[in-house]
């Protein structure tokens, strides 16, 4: 299984991005995906996750009314919306799948590359 991840880029505060993460592989949409962010000096945390076929979903306190998980399997694709961005949500932002629906970084056995997002106030 092999993701890619993009949609990262330079925001104001109060604005909105669009992450997507390509999911490819044998039986890619049969993987949970989850949303994961490691800010400059801190360690990677949860943003969120989704089930392989869209009706589980969860969010770190974080980011709870602000973004939302969703997925297209028919393009193996999850996209994190993010609205309302604020300065403390810059980070590099990882998707990583597993069989198994999760929220801890060990419980992901593969990862992308990250995409940066930056919130400037």
């Known amino acids: 299984v092999q993701l890619q991840a993009c949609g990262g880029g330079l925001v104001q505060a109060g604005g909105s991005l669009r992450l997507s993460c390509s999911v490819t592989?044998?039986?890619?949409?049969?993987?949970?995906v989850a949303w994961f962010r490691q800010a400059p000096g801190k360690k990677r945390e949860f943003v969120a996750a989704?089930?392989?076929?869209?009706?589980?979903?969860y969010y770190s306190n974080s980011v709870k009314g602000r973004f939302t998980i969703s997925r297209d399997n028919a393009k193996n694709t999850v996209y994190l919306q993010m609205n309302s961005l604020k300065p403390e949500d810059t980070a590099v932002y990882y998707c990583?799948?597993?069989?198994?629906?999760?929220?801890?970084?060990?419980?992901?056995?593969?990862w992308g590359q990250g995409t940066l997002v930056t919130v400037s106030s």
């Open positions: 989704i089930s392989w076929a869209g009706g589980s979903s």
């Open positions: 592989g044998r039986a890619a949409s049969s993987f949970s």
């Open positions: 990583a799948a597993d069989q198994r629906f999760g929220t801890v970084v060990d419980g992901f056995h593969y």
